[in-house]
C-alpha cells in the first residue's frame, strides 16, 4: 500500500482542522443516539474518580501529609491527570483504534483522503467516559486549588499547565498506539500499560519513588510533565524552571505522535498480505 | 460423570486453552498487576516506614499488598468481555436454542479464564516473595481458610461480573460498564486501601457489598486479624453471596433476555 499510494499529502492545516472538528461533531450525534451508553460511560468515568477523591480522603484522615505533600495538593494531582486523561479521550480516543484499523485494513480509504491520517484515526471516535473524567477532573482541581491557598496569580500558570497536560498526554497515548502498526495487535497494550501505571504512579509525589523511575517518568516516558512537575511548580516544590519543561514536552509529543504515525504509515501493508 | 458436568469441564478446558493461546497476555498481566503493586509498595513504605497505622505495620502491609495483587490477577485478568460480546453481537440468539444452560456456561467459560491467570499470579508472587519477603500465614490453619477464601472467588468473581454482564441487553457498549464495576471493586474491597482505614460507616457500608471477600476477607484471615470462628464467618458470609448472586443473576436475566435486539432487529 505504501509503495502505491503517495503519502505526502500537502493539505492546508486550516482545512485539516476544519475536517476533524466536524468528524467531531459527527461523533458527538452518534453518541446522542444512544444515551443509555453515554449516561453509564460518564457516570464510569465520574464514579472513578469521586473514589479517587474518596482514596485521597480516607488517606489523609490518618496520614498528615505524603512526602511533604498535602492533601489539597494531591487533589491537584489527581485532578489534573484526570483532566487530561478526559481531554485524550474526548479529543483523540480514536488513536486507540488503530491497532483494530491495522488488522483490519481500515487504514485503506483513510489514506485516501485527502486529510492527515492520523487526524481523521483520531476524531474517528469520543470515550464518552470523558464527561464524566472532565467534570470532576475539575472539580477536584479547582477544590484542590482553592484548598492548598493558591492565590488568583497562579491562574494563568494552571490554564497553561492544563492544555499542555491534554496535549502531552493525547501525543503520548497516540504513539504508543502507533507501534501497532508493527506488532499487528488488536489492542494497544503498550498505551494501555503507560497510562494504567501513569494512574497509579503518578497521582503520587515523585519523591515516594526510587531515583530509576524519577528519571523514566521525567526523561524517557515524560508522563511527569503530564501532572507531576506543574503541581509541583505551583505548590512550590519544584523549582519554576521546571515549567519550562511542560511545553517542551508537550511539542516533543506532538511531534513524537506525528513522527511515529507517518512511519508506521511507510510500514502499512494494508489487510491479508 | 453426568453429561451437564462434562459439558462444564469441557467449556472450562477450551476456554483455558484459548486464553493459554495468547502467552503475550501473560506478561502483560503481570506488568500492569505487579507494576500497581510495586507503586503501592513505594507508598505504603514512605508512609509506615518503621511505624503503623490502623493496624498495620510494613511487615502485614506487604503480605495484604500481594495478596491483593492475586486477587487482581485472578478477577481483572478473566474474559469477561467473551460474555458481554455474545450479548451485543447477538450470539446469544444461537446459545438460546443450544440444550445448555447461558449462565452456567458461561460460568464455566469465565472459571476457566480465570484459572488462566495462574501462571502470571505464580510469577508476580515468586517475584514479590524475593523481592518483599512478606510474613507467613499466622497460623496453619489460618493458611488453608485464606486459600478456602481464594477458591471461593471464582464464583464469586464470576456472580458479580455476570450480573454486571446483563447490564448490555440495555447498552449498546461494555466498556463503561466494566470500568464502573472494576472501580467499586477496587475500592470497597480494600485493594486501593484497606478497610480498616475508613471511617465507621465507610466500612459498614463496604462490609455490606460482596466485594470485601476479594481482598481484606482472605488478608484479615492470612494475618490472624480474626479467629477461627471469626474466618470461618466471613467465609460463610463468602459462600452466602456465591448464592445469593447467583439466583440474582438468573432472576434479572429472565427480563433481561425479553430486551435482546441483533442487529437492531
Not at chain 1, 493539505?11 to 468528524?23: D, E, N
Not at chain 1, 485524550?88 to 483522503?113: C, E, H, P
Request: aromatic residues 12%; hydrophobic residues 55%; proline residues 5%.
Amino acid at each position: 500500500m505504501a509503495d502505491t499510494l503517495p503519502l505526502k499529502h500537502s493539505v492546508p492545516v486550516r482545512h485539516a482542522l476544519a475536517m476533524y472538528w466536524r468528524a467531531l461533531a459527527a461523533q458527538v450525534r452518534s453518541i446522542i443516539e444512544y444515551p443509555a451508553d453515554l449516561w453509564v460511560m460518564a457516570s464510569a468515568g465520574a464514579v472513578w474518580n469521586l473514589l479517587q477523591f474518596a482514596f485521597l480522603a480516607v488517606l489523609f484522615s490518618t496520614v498528615p501529609d505524603v512526602e511533604g505533600w498535602g492533601f489539597h495538593e494531591m487533589l491537584l494531582l489527581s485532578g489534573l491527570l484526570s483532566i487530561a486523561g478526559g481531554a485524550n479521550a474526548l479529543l483523540f480516543d480514536g488513536a486507540w483504534s488503530t491497532g483494530q484499523m491495522v488488522i483490519k485494513g481500515d487504514i485503506d480509504y483513510r489514506l485516501t483522503r485527502p486529510a492527515p491520517v492520523v487526524l481523521q484515526v483520531g476524531s474517528s471516535h469520543i470515550g464518552l467516559q470523558s464527561f464524566g473524567e472532565l467534570l470532576l477532573g475539575f472539580a477536584m482541581f479547582v477544590y484542590g486549588w482553592i484548598g492548598a491557598g493558591l492565590g488568583p496569580a497562579w491562574i494563568p500558570v494552571g490554564l497553561f499547565a492544563i492544555a499542555c497536560a491534554a496535549v502531552i498526554q493525547c501525543g503520548l497515548v497516540t504513539a504508543l498506539c502507533a507501534v501497532n502498526f508493527w506488532i499487528k495487535s488488536p489492542m494497544s497494550m503498550f498505551a494501555f500499560l503507560m497510562i494504567d501505571l501513569q494512574g497509579g504512579a503518578m497521582k503520587l509525589p515523585l519523591g515516594v519513588f526510587p531515583a530509576a523511575v524519577r528519571v523514566i517518568s521525567l526523561f524517557i516516558v515524560p508522563v511527569a510533565f503530564v501532572n507531576v512537575v506543574p503541581v509541583a511548580v505551583i505548590a512550590g516544590h519544584m523549582s519554576a524552571w521546571w515549567l519550562i519543561g511542560t511545553p517542551v514536552t508537550a511539542l516533543f509529543a506532538v511531534v513524537l505522535a506525528a513522527g511515529v504515525y507517518r512511519l508506521g504509515l511507510r510500514a502499512y501493508d494494508s489487510a491479508g498480505h | 460423570m453426568s453429561h451437564t458436568t462434562a459439558v462444564d469441564r469441557a467449556l472450562i478446558v477450551i476456554s483455558f486453552k484459548r486464553r493459554l493461546a495468547y502467552k503475550s497476555g501473560w506478561v502483560f498481566g503481570l506488568a500492569l498487576g505487579g507494576g500497581a503493586m510495586l507503586i503501592s509498595m513505594a507508598m505504603w513504605h514512605n508512609l509506615l516506614g518503621t511505624g503503623s497505622l490502623s493496624g498495620y505495620d510494613w511487615e502485614s502491609m506487604r503480605a495484604y499488598l500481594i495478596i491483593g495483587f492475586i486477587a487482581a490477577t485472578m478477577v481483572f485478568g478473566a474474559s469477561d468481555f467473551t460474555i458481554a460480546d455474545r450479548i451485543l453481537d447477538g450470539h446469544i440468539a444461537v446459545d438460546m436454542t443450544k440444550p445448555v444452560d447461558f449462565q452456567r456456561a458461561r460460568g464455566a467459560e469465565y472459571i476457566g479464564s480465570m484459572i488462566s491467570t495462574a501462571p502470571t499470579a505464580a510469577v508476580g508472587v515468586l517475584g514479590a516473595w524475593l523481592l518483599f519477603d512478606p510474613p507467613g500465614p499466622a497460623t496453619p490453619v489460618a493458611g488453608v481458610l485464606t486459600a478456602v477464601s481464594f477458591l471461593l472467588l471464582f464464583p464469586l468473581a464470576f456472580g458479580i461480573t455476570y450480573l454486571s454482564i446483563l447490564v448490555c441487553f440495555w447498552t449498546k457498549r461494555y466498556l463503561g460498564i466494566m470500568w464502573l464495576r472494576e472501580a467499586l471493586l477496587s475500592f470497597f474491597s480494600g485493594m486501593m486501601i484497606p478497610l480498616a482505614f475508613m471511617p465507621g460507616w465507610l466500612q459498614a457500608v463496604s462490609w455490606a457489598l460482596p466485594f470485601p471477600h476479594f481482598t481484606a476477607t482472605p488478608a484479615a484471615i492470612y494475618l490472624g486479624q480474626v479467629d477461627v470462628p471469626g474466618a470461618l464467618g466471613l467465609i460463610a458470609a463468602e459462600a452466602a453471596w456465591v448464592v445469593g448472586l447467583w439466583f440474582a443473576g438468573r432472576l434479572v436475566f429472565r427480563f433481561a433476555v425479553r430486551k435482546v435486539t441483533v442487529h437492531g432487529g
